[in-house]
Each structure stands twice: as structure tokens, then as C-alpha cells.
């Protein structure tokens, strides 16, 4: 089984920054994909940025320039930087990693945490 906890959630002020981590643990030795997604209130969930096992980054365009997702050398940790923080950014964020169990990737997801921007 796998266990993934996000932490760094809360309430910051538009313009403001905010890192989010998320630490994976459990039967994690064929890690593939990593990435970050978001719900807000009323929405879809949505990609907000994935990191392939080889490094390879793709964001949505509503981020880039201002999010970046890093991770380290392990794969136990993967973590989003948001600088520049609109109202718009106000979600739930979910970290999703994907597991190659035999021939198939395997997603799990975290419980999630709560990202505000207001004044």
C-alpha cells in the first residue's frame, strides 16, 4: 500500500507564496509520475503540474511562470512552489503519484490540503 500526506496548505494573501509537500511512503519503489492537481469549489479536478521519472515537467498554463514542482532524488517527497498567488489559485490540492505494479500504473492520491488566496 501506498501513503501519500500533503502538508504547507493555507491562507495567504494575493502576490503572496506558498510551498506545498507532499511525503510518499509505503510500497514506493517504482514510482513513475508524480504530480500535483486541484479542486476548487463548484470545478473539475485539474492537472496543475506532473514530473515524469525522467525529469520531464509539464504545467498548466494557468501556472506556469509562477508554480514549480521539484522533488528529490528518492522520490519520497515531491513539492510545489507557488509564487505569485492569485484568488484564482484557491483549491483543494491533491498529490498523485502513479506506480508501475507489474505491466500497470497504479494512481494514488493524497487527502489533499487547503490552498486560500485572499486580502
Known amino acids: 500500500q501506498v501513503q501519500l500526506v500533503e502538508s504547507g496548505g493555507g491562507l495567504v494573501q494575493p502576490g503572496g507564496s506558498l510551498r506545498l509537500s507532499c511525503a510518499a511512503s509505503?510500497?514506493?519503489?517504482?514510482?513513475?509520475?508524480m504530480a500535483w492537481y486541484r479542486q476548487a469549489p463548484g470545478k473539475q479536478r485539474e492537472l496543475v503540474v506532473d514530473?515524469?521519472?525522467?525529469?520531464?515537467?509539464n504545467y498548466a498554463d494557468s501556472v506556469k511562470g509562477r508554480f514549480t514542482i521539484s522533488r528529490n532524488n528518492a522520490k519520497t517527497m515531491v513539492y510545489l512552489q507557488m509564487n505569485s498567488l492569485k484568488p484564482e489559485d484557491t483549491a483543494v490540492y491533491y498529490c498523485?503519484?502513479?506506480?508501475?505494479?507489474?505491466?500497470?500504473?497504479?494512481?494514488?492520491w493524497g487527502q489533499g490540503t487547503q490552498v486560500t488566496v485572499s486580502s
Open positions: 498523485k503519484v502513479e506506480i508501475w505494479v507489474g505491466l500497470t500504473k497504479v494512481a494514488y
Open positions: 509505503g510500497n514506493i519503489l517504482n514510482i513513475d509520475t
Open positions: 514530473i515524469g521519472s525522467g525529469g520531464n515537467t
